[in-house]
């Protein structure tokens, strides 16, 4: 339980109080990393919960909106800031020690600030243009099991929140969550299938730009990976309807 209500308290802004460590016992944000499509999972219930209400009320862009609003405030736009740092980082034309200088730099550049419109607006357009609700909780289960399976990448550097999120982790936990984030995908039929391997695809993706870029991953890469799977999921619904794929209402 413990290490669940930690996966809650690191991926929400829900206020959790952890029970306090043993005596010799210390904090391993590693084992907390199994249950992360747990939490994916709550925060994509709510959201649906959200949408069905919001759409009562709101035209579907409207409600796009709100949602993805909610959903930054939900998880208090942890992987947002990560994803813009990245952008600035990984796609500045440098070496590799500034890139990482630039990753811890606060500051919003260039390739952030368009990276971060570009999501907004193309995570909102594709909620707006899903007429099933399987997208929309699929996409932050498959995000937060897409940290655990990037977390068995090489780390960038030793130290920062990436190394103190993943400290601990063994094959134990990222068997877990994999279990996890598939049984769920298999409950949504083909469109979880589909969406389990573009979410393979994303994370993989991500992950090995950069480890060519810097020679590893770091915390904001990990919310990069959240980001970018939960977008190729949520566009996937969209591609539905089109007739490609059919998801039931």
């Known amino acids: 339980m413990k290490d669940f209500l930690t996966a809650l308290t690191l991926l929400t802004v829900f206020p959790i109080q952890l029970p306090p460590l043993k005596e010799g016992e210390t904090w391993s944000g590693g084992r907390a990393l199994a249950y992360y499509p747990l939490v994916g999972l709550i925060i994509g219930g709510l959201l649906v919960v959200a949408r069905f209400t919001l759409q009562l009320l709101f035209p579907s862009l409207v409600t796009a909106a709100l949602l993805v609003a909610l959903w930054a405030a939900i998880t208090g736009a942890l992987h947002l800031d990560g994803f813009t740092d ?23 550049g260039a390739f952030g600030a368009v990276g971060l419109g570009l999501l907004l607006i193309t995570k909102t357009a594709s909620v707006a243009n899903t007429i099933s609700f399987w997208p929309i909780l699929l996409a932050p289960i498959l995000g937060r099991w897409a940290i655990v399976y990037t977390a068995t990448y090489p780390l960038a550097r030793k130290e920062g929140m990436g190394a103190m999120f993943r400290a601990g982790l063994t094959r134990r936990e990222v068997i877990i969550a994999t279990v996890l984030a598939a049984l769920a995908c298999i409950a949504c039929g083909l469109f979880g299938v589909i969406a389990f391997a573009l979410a393979f695809l994303a994370a993989t993706g991500v992950a090995r730009l950069a480890v060519a870029k810097i ?32 998801l039931p209402v």
């Not at 600035?88 to 919003?108: G, S």
């Not at 799977?229 to 490609?244: Q, S």
């Open 86 to 108: 990245a952008c600035d980082a990984l796609f500045v034309p440098t070496n590799r020690e500034r890139r990482l200088e630039i990753l811890h730099d606060v500051h919003l």
């Open 215 to 246: 020679g590893g991953l770091t915390g904001d890469i990990y919310g990069t990976v959240c980001e970018t799977v939960e977008l190729a999921v949520l566009l996937a619904g969209t591609v539905t309807l089109a007739g490609v794929i059919t």
